[in-house]
């Protein structure tokens, strides 16, 4: 038997009929990644294995320098053939990290690659699988199509013109590709240099010449039209925690214009803007209906030397532990007592605080829309089984995991929609132990029902994509 076969993370017979009958053939709604919009717009062909596959992709990255690799192997020099054949080498040295199976899963399922990588098929794996790159069906769109994604959310600056997307928008892709709201960069006045140079963009961007705090706020909110104009409906924004520090529109003004002189805030002033502008995000996305994501507890560019040399999003940063309920109960209680609360997703990146989680966003369930306020599901280092059934046991225990809008990739990889089926997998074996204990009912209909809309359906009505 192969190691990825049918009843893969099914251990026994409730989960895998939950999982073939109700979980395994539902669509794909992406509703937060990073595929680079020019990718998809160009319907991407990748030239070999490592394009695809390596490039980018920081989990492969420190499970090789783990393994001793030297940097010119990773995201140095070296050709890509030469890369992948390191990677090969490291692959055995994963067993128990999550890398392996992905890469096991995502080789049969792009290629029908069967074989466990390693240094002796190595080269017979490039082969056969650059081999099938080149055909129409592992282009951009051919990937798309053949995962059955019906929508995808891509992650965005303010300060982007969106011409990706209009392409995108005017081509024959039958995927819908919208973008996300990700303005982190607009509470940057601790960085002055780095936070003017955005501001010129933003200026351009929304053809409004910002000259003070007043035409700052309205040039953000010009492109928050503009993107809700082209289909967006969701923000993001990655934070160490919420902001929630007082500051008056007076406060916020004078820190914006020490910025623009470029004399940098102090943490706290930082922290009262930040807070100023989550606020006015906030009120951006209530008035339109949109859907706020909150990714929390992230600590990056812990390497300093490495920072220096590589730049961010290569490979340097772990999970954070600052608290968190203060500031994300006072923010969502201001802007709920103005009844401007958007609807919300809290994901949670340190597992210690996943009953805090779990038991928050009850607080702010608003008997409208059903489950408005989301604990998110595991992201990147959670984004395996243990920490995904981690997850689920929280939000199970403490609100309504049949409300849940299930799985995403947040990746820049088209190589990642396995990650749909990993979850799905893990999913209906969590609720098919609970079904042979006794735990559930021995009702698959009543249950396989429930496990259908976190795959998909109950994304598909949150978010109002009209997909």
Same mark, same amino acid.
């Given at each position: 038997?192969?190691?990825?076969?049918?009843?893969?993370?099914?251990?026994?017979?409730?989960?895998?009929?939950?999982?073939?009958?109700?979980?395994?053939?539902?669509?794909?709604?992406?509703?937060?990644?990073?595929?680079?919009?020019?990718?998809?717009?160009?319907?991407?062909?990748?030239?070999?294995?490592?394009?695809?596959?390596?490039?980018?992709?920081?989990?492969?990255?420190?499970?090789?320098?783990?393994?001793?690799?030297?940097?010119?192997?990773?995201?140095?020099?070296?050709?890509?053939?030469?890369?992948?054949?390191?990677?090969?080498?490291?692959?055995?040295?994963?067993?128990?990290?999550?890398?392996?199976?992905?890469?096991?899963?995502?080789?049969?399922?792009?290629?029908?690659?069967?074989?466990?990588?390693?240094?002796?098929?190595?080269?017979?794996?490039?082969?056969?699988?650059?081999? #099938?790159?080149?055909?129409?069906?592992?282009?951009?769109?051919? /990937?798309?199509?053949?995962?059955?994604?019906?929508?995808?959310?891509?992650?965005? $600056?303010?300060?982007?013109?969106?011409?990706?997307?209009?392409?995108?928008?005017?081509?024959?892709?039958?995927?819908?590709?919208?973008?996300?709201?990700? !303005?982190?960069?607009?509470?940057?006045?601790?960085?002055?240099?780095?936070?003017?140079?955005?501001?010129?963009?933003?200026?351009?961007?929304?053809?409004? $010449?910002?000259?003070?705090?007043?035409?700052?706020?309205?040039?953000? #909110?010009?492109?928050?039209?503009?993107?809700?104009?082209?289909?967006?409906?969701?923000?993001?924004?990655?934070?160490?925690?919420?902001?929630?520090? !007082?500051?008056?529109?007076?406060?916020?003004?004078? /820190?914006?214009?020490?910025?623009?002189?470029?004399?940098?805030?102090?943490?706290?002033?930082?922290?009262?803007?930040?807070?100023?502008?989550?606020?006015?995000?906030?009120?951006?996305?209530?008035?339109?209906?949109?859907? #706020?994501?909150?990714?929390?507890?992230?600590?990056?560019?812990?390497?300093?030397?490495?920072?220096?040399?590589?730049?961010?999003?290569?490979?340097?940063?772990?999970?954070?532990?600052? !608290?968190?309920?203060?500031?994300?109960?006072?923010?969502?209680?201001?802007? $709920?007592?103005?009844?401007?609360?958007? #609807?919300?997703?809290?994901?949670?990146?340190?597992?210690?605080?996943?009953?805090?989680?779990?038991?928050?966003?009850?607080?702010?369930?608003?008997?409208?829309?059903?489950?408005?306020?989301?604990?998110?599901?595991?992201?990147?280092?959670?984004?395996?089984?243990?920490?995904?059934?981690?997850?689920?046991?929280?939000?199970?225990?403490?609100?309504?995991?049949?409300?849940?809008?299930?799985?995403?990739? $947040?990746?820049?990889?088209?190589?990642?929609? !396995?990650?749909?089926?990993?979850?799905?997998?893990?999913?209906?074996?969590?609720?098919?132990?609970?079904?042979?204990?006794?735990?559930?009912?021995?009702?698959?209909?009543?249950?396989?029902?429930?496990?259908?809309?976190?795959?998909?359906?109950?994304?598909?009505?949150?978010?109002?994509?009209?997909?």
């Amino acid at each position: 038997m192969p190691f990825i076969h049918e009843d893969f993370l099914l251990s026994n017979s409730a989960a895998r009929t939950l999982y073939h009958e109700y979980a395994q053939d539902e669509p794909i709604l992406d509703y937060h990644c990073h595929l680079p919009p020019q990718d998809v717009a160009s319907n991407r062909r990748f030239a070999n294995l490592f394009e695809i596959w390596l490039e980018g992709d920081h989990y492969k990255w420190r499970a090789m320098r783990a393994d001793g690799v030297d940097e010119r192997f990773i995201t140095g020099d070296a050709s890509p053939h030469e890369k992948f054949l390191v990677w090969a080498r490291t692959v055995p040295a994963t067993l128990r990290n999550p890398l392996y199976h992905w890469t096991h899963l995502e080789l049969k399922r792009y290629f029908g690659i069967d074989e466990l990588l390693d240094t002796q098929n190595a080269e017979r794996v490039w082969a056969a699988a650059n081999e #099938k790159l080149a055909g129409e069906d592992l282009r951009a769109w051919g /990937i798309l199509d053949r995962f059955n994604v019906k929508a995808v959310c891509t992650t965005d $600056d303010p300060a982007e013109d969106l011409g990706y997307h209009s392409q995108i928008a005017a081509s024959a892709l039958k995927t819908r590709v919208f973008p996300t709201f990700r !303005p982190d960069k607009a509470l940057n006045v601790h960085q002055p240099d780095a936070f003017n140079a955005w501001i010129g963009r933003l200026a351009k961007a929304s053809n409004i $010449d910002v000259t003070g705090f007043a035409s700052f706020l309205d040039a953000l #909110k010009q492109r928050h039209d503009f993107f809700h104009s082209m289909g967006c409906r969701l923000s993001d924004h990655g934070l160490n925690a919420p902001f929630s520090q !007082p500051c008056t529109d007076e406060r916020a003004s004078e /820190i914006f214009e020490r910025a623009r002189a470029f004399i940098g805030a102090s943490p706290e002033e930082q922290a009262q803007f930040a807070s100023y502008l989550m606020l006015f995000f906030g009120r951006l996305d209530a008035e339109k209906g949109w859907t #706020k994501q909150l990714h929390l507890m992230a600590r990056r560019n812990n390497n300093s030397r490495r920072l220096a040399e590589l730049g961010p999003d290569t490979g340097y940063d772990s999970i954070g532990d600052w !608290p968190q309920m203060d500031a994300i109960a006072s923010y969502m209680d201001t802007l $709920d007592s103005e009844n401007a609360l958007p #609807k919300m997703i809290l994901y949670n990146l340190n597992p210690a605080w996943n009953y805090s989680f779990a038991t928050m966003v009850g607080n702010f369930q608003d008997g409208a829309i059903a489950g408005k306020i989301q604990f998110g599901s595991g992201w990147w280092f959670l984004d395996q089984k243990e920490a995904m059934e981690w997850q689920m046991n929280a939000l199970s225990n403490c609100g309504l995991l049949s409300r849940f809008v299930g799985m995403l990739t $947040d990746s820049r990889s088209f190589m990642s929609y !396995p990650r749909h089926e990993y979850f799905r997998r893990v999913l209906c074996n969590l609720l098919g132990e609970d079904v042979e204990k006794g735990l559930l009912p021995n009702d698959l209909k009543l249950v396989g029902a429930m496990a259908r809309n976190v795959c998909y359906e109950n994304a598909r009505q949150y978010f109002g994509l009209g997909v």
